[in-house]
């Protein structure tokens, strides 16, 4: 080359940005042209749920760099000396040539830009379903700010009490909650069996719950058929009926914007995003792609996977630009980590839930492990609820989802950890966490539950979920439900169908039991449960069980 | 054995009543004994610090279970079917008879206790130094309940105003903060040169700073002579002055208590504390040893170390009650992993410190990333100062350290399992930790201080730390200081000798530089000092280098 690198960029929200700012910091004589179609650029879409909650006060401040520079064109053009070229968009790719058609949004004129290296970072946007009504007003996705800007007016002018939200996925509940604080009445409309897709349907039923507790209603298999309204919404159609609506948000999920690519006739993965290599590559080695638009390896299955994350845009986007200025950096992938707060919940999981692990063929061991996040002593210690997936015959660690007001992303990160090391359940057992009472119990929940795991692989404990329990309820099953903890425990709240003999006294009253019936213990959170058991078999019990995770686990209706 | 197995466990607190849970759970039919000198049993000794404050309530807390029952003698009877001998002293073990003499403190009768497997918990005991005064009224160590019941006395009584902690420990500082919240006027006294010795000297001038800011006097290089005083303490006599006081907590350490295991000929590790394999067995193989009485193995060095914590006391209780039941369990050892609460402040560390990694040879690379814990924009947001340490050939990581109101513990945390995995800068870097607004930024705190790292050894970024800065500043030298925040910033608070021109102007006044000159850049947390660096280095400037962490992380006086 005779000629300084040319880096076109297109897309400036989150990906492409990092893409520049490395290339400058590793290339300071590169050109670089940034191409977005919007008007505003680098801004931090994850935020627009609080913006529209009021957390976030002034949208500028999602466009804010953490010491408060406004990204926009001047930071870009000056800070970064990096160009950019917004309300403007990206029509075509000559591949043969290495030039981008663009048209000037404004004034209609089209131009090419010459490349050397090509990053498309064109993210994704919402789905909207082919059904009638979605252009009504107050119908509304999240995709930008003036999305935001919308709900936030139409709250504001209170000419939305009643919202719909559709699709019960991470912005549907984001959204919901941010709507609820603003003082709407929210109506979840999810077609699926179930809300949040990305855990476990029992760890779901406690996030359900507690939603419900803040005045949600939450509806699953249900399928919107139609908007209804005249200029503006008045109700949805649903399979289930129909509710009465002054607000509708669609958060049914995301597609990955691929126009662009699939008319240069770059390779389009099975997840229908772009195709890329570890080093952020396309089917065309000049051509780089990163963020929303492009899919990821999952490093648990091996497999491509669609997980449009910002923090996983900004890895990419590193990656990429290392490698288009000549460097060497590989991007492995993703294990699918996620953290969303629901009211007062942290709502965490990364690797494998239980029936995807199942579905890898693993024989899979679960631990349900609820405590106090720190010493149980101190009074900000909240409760966390763990469920951690295991395989049996390797002892490997699958999976952890956790739920909960206390501090679940940690634990989630310390498992992200240990997956992307391919550790087993005893090398977590014996992890040296740091300990002082402000931040963790003695024995950290993770800690926990990765000893629970042990003890059911190495036939101490056998398990049973409060799913099935309910179950055996349901189907009015001859079993002993044995609640173990105190009278007093007892009085507050108890399970229907269950017994009490305390812990202590069991010893004592073990003539109070049938020997040959089956027996599922439990307590507060399964330890008096578990050693309820142990004292049942060495008494010659011949089928006992721990219920996981005790009454603080148990996701149906309790007795008051 | 035609016998049930029989279990002797020397010492109730910790790592004592784990191995007799533990072992209870996997030999049901087992006889165990707790022998335990005080009244006490299973309380958490870390909770102390806390119900000194008043943050814990009643010391049952610290006795009771998660679920609030109260771990008593009647406790373990009934629910565990472990027999308690408290106020009983071992005086003698009679290894060639397995057996263990015993002496009831209340009554002075002794007897002995056949074994078959013997567990010794002594735990540590703090360091009284050889000094007059130690025994006067109102100087207290910290070790069981019955100190923290004297320190709140004579605090409700008032007759402690003026206190002085020797050492500034772990500790020292938890019971400092303790008792500023009780309205104690206190003064730490630490002979070595500086406070938290788990600590690099720089990052603990931030945490002193911090607790002077909380009105808490440090005095290092200052050595204990003597506490004065007729029936009560009056004063302490140091080697840099006298202080009054009418209390003084010892929290210069503590030691372990192998009388016991030394007097039966076991073999004592350099550490001084009991030597175990990893299956947490002594030099006699029917004798275990866990808790704050053993000394570890030393996970980034190889080496013995003696980390007495509670939480590794309960890792070894579980170890050492597995093997010796024939099971097969191993405690690989530790990270010296570490969290404190300083007033606002969290405090934490793991794997080697800046000085030991060199001292282990290493060619050591440090980045300093200070940055908001959580997305910038989330109100809830806070500082975290974190120092990662890792390799320049290898490109593995060695420790790390976080400082400041965020939340270091999870950053800790997942340090320490990339520690244990052996992972390298660029594994961390491109690690998927969970992500959203209200509980990270983007870019995870971890993963901005691994890609700083990875700058410096890729040659990107020379660094500098503030502390070199400071002697360059107090010997001046003939360099160029150079701010590149925005005025705003530079008007509100600017470090001595510092000139200011703002990023975005930096291109265009680059003829205000002398490009001959040595120029260290910085801004607020030193990644706008980066962008500033490679902007001069592009221009031509010879010596240019960033001063790590910014103003955010210096730790000297600053101009407001």
Known sequence: MNHPLRV??????????????????????AEVTIVEKGKLLSYAGCG??????????????????PVGAVRDSVFFQHVKNVKVLNETEAMEVDRASRRVRVRDLLRGQESWLNYDKLVLATGAKPVVPPIPGTDLCNVFTLQGVHDAEGIRAAVAQDTARDVVIVGGGLIGVEITEALVQRGCRVTIVEMM??????????????????????????????????????????????????IAADMVVLAIGVRPNVALAEAANLEIGPTRAIKVNDRMQTSDPNIYAAGDCVECNDLMTGKPCFVPLDSTANKQGRVAAVNLCGGEDHFPGVLGSTVCKVFDFCVARTGLGESAAKDQGYDVVTAWAPAPDKAHFMPEAKLLMLKLIADRK???????????????????????????????????????????????PAMDNIITAANIVRNKI?????????????????????????????????????????????????????GELLKEKEVVTFCKISLRG???????????????????????????PKLV
């Open 193 to 242: 069996p179930q809300i949040l897709r990305i855990l476990d349907p029992d760890i779901v039923r406690l996030v359900g719950q507690h939603m419900e507790s803040h005045g949600v209603r939450v509806l699953t298999n249900t399928k919107l058929e139609r908007i209804e309204g005249e200029e503006s919404v008045k109700a949805v159609q649903t399979s289930g009926g129909r």
């Open 48 to 65: 627009l749920p609080y913006y529209v909650s009021g957390v976030v006060k002034d949208q500028k401040e999602l466009m804010c760099t």
């Open 530 to 556: 578990y050693e309820a058991a142990l004292i049942l078999k060495a008494a010659g019990f011949n089928s006992v069980r721990v219920m996981d995770g005790g009454v603080a686990m148990w996701p149906f």
């Open 394 to 440: 390797t002892r490997k660690l699958l999976g952890v989802q956790a739920v909960g007001p206390g501090a679940g992303d940690k634990r989630i990160d310390v498992v992200a950890m240990a997956l992307m090391a391919g550790m087993t359940v005893d090398q977590l057992a014996n992890a040296d966490l740091c300990y002082a009472p402000p931040f963790a």
């Open 8 to 29: 076109v960029i297109v897309g400036g929200v989150a990906a492409g940005p990092k893409v520049a700012s490395k290339v400058i910091r590793l290339c300071p004589e």
């Open 458 to 510: 190495d036939g101490y404990m056998d398990g049973i979920t409060p799913a099935e329990v309910h179950q055996m309820l349901e189907e009015k099953r001859d079993f002993t439900f044995l609640d173990v903890r105190s009278p007093q425990e007892y009085e507050q709240v108890r399970l229907p169908g269950s017994m009490l003999i305390p812990l202590g006294s069991l010893r004592g009253r073990l």
